[in-house]
C-alpha cells in the first residue's frame, strides 16, 4: 500500500534552516510529483509547491522563493524539502503529498511539526 | 491566481443531510477533489475528479459540479463525519486550496 513517512518534529531557532524528509513507498516512485503543503496551529492549507520525482524540476508558490528547496534522491525514494531563514510564523505542520500526474493530491504524509522558536 | 471560497462552518444533527459548497472560477475548467481532516491527523481524500469516491470511502460521500461551484454532499451523516473539510483544484502547476469548512454532527 502506498506510505508516505516524514522525518520527526524538529525545533528550529529564527534564521535557521529546516529539512522534512518524505520516504515512498507502495508505488513507482518516479511515477509520481511530490507536494509540499503546510498547516499553521489552527489554520488551513497552504501549499508550497511541487517537485517532480521523474527529472526533479520544481515549481514553488512565490511567497516561498528563494527560501525553499525541494530535491528528491530516486535512489531511496525519498524527497526532501528545506526551508531557510526560518521565522516564527513558519511554525507549521509540514505534510508530503503524492500528486498523480492529472495535477491532482492524493496519498499524505503523517506531518512534520517544525517550531521555531528562540 | 486562484482562489477558492468555503464556508467556514456547516452544522447538521446525526442522519441529516450535509452540504459544504466550493466555488471559484477555476472550477469551470478544472476537476476539484475534497479533503476531510480530523483533528491531529493528516487529510484523507474523499472525493476526487469532481464526482468520484476513493475505495473504502463510504458511500454517503459524494460530490457534484455545475460551473464555478462544487458541492460536497453527506447523505445521513454520522458523528464521526465531523471534521475539517478542504477543496481543492490544480491548474498548470498551481494549486490552491479552499480556506476549509468545519462540519458540526450533533
Known amino acids: 500500500q502506498v506510505q508516505l513517512v516524514q522525518s520527526g518534529a524538529d525545533v528550529k531557532k529564527p534564521g535557521a534552516s529546516v529539512n522534512v524528509s518524505c520516504k515512498a513507498s507502495g508505488y513507482t516512485f518516479t511515477t509520481y510529483n511530490m507536494h509540499w503543503v503546510r498547516q499553521a496551529p489552527g489554520q488551513g492549507l497552504e501549499w508550497m509547491g511541487i517537485i517532480n520525482a521523474t527529472v526533479g524540476s520544481t515549481k514553488y508558490v512565490q511567497k516561498f522563493q528563494g527560501r525553499v528547496t525541494m530535491t528528491r534522491d530516486t535512489s531511496t525514494s525519498t524527497v526532501y524539502m528545506e526551508l531557510s531563514g526560518l521565522k516564527s510564523d513558519d511554525t507549521a505542520v509540514y505534510y508530503c503529498?503524492?500528486?498523480?500526474?492529472?495535477?491532482?493530491?492524493?496519498?499524505w504524509g503523517q506531518g512534520t511539526l517544525v517550531t521555531v522558536s528562540s | 491566481s486562484y482562489e477558492l471560497t468555503q464556508p467556514s462552518s456547516v452544522s447538521v444533527s446525526p442522519g441529516q443531510t450535509a452540504r459544504i459548497t466550493c466555488s471559484g472560477d477555476v472550477l469551470a475548467k478544472k476537476y476539484s477533489r475534497w479533503f476531510q481532516q480530523k483533528p491531529g491527523q493528516a487529510p484523507l481524500l474523499v472525493i476526487y475528479k469532481d464526482t468520484e469516491r476513493p475505495s473504502g470511502i463510504p458511500e454517503r460521500f459524494s460530490g457534484s459540479s455545475s460551473g464555478t461551484t462544487v458541492t460536497l454532499t453527506i447523505s445521513g451523516a454520522q458523528v464521526e463525519d465531523e471534521a475539517d473539510y478542504y477543496c481543492y483544484s490544480a491548474a498548470d502547476n498551481n494549486v490552491v486550496f479552499g480556506g476549509g469548512t468545519k462540519l458540526t454532527v450533533l
Open positions: 503529498a503524492r500528486g498523480p500526474p492529472d495535477g491532482g493530491v492524493d496519498y
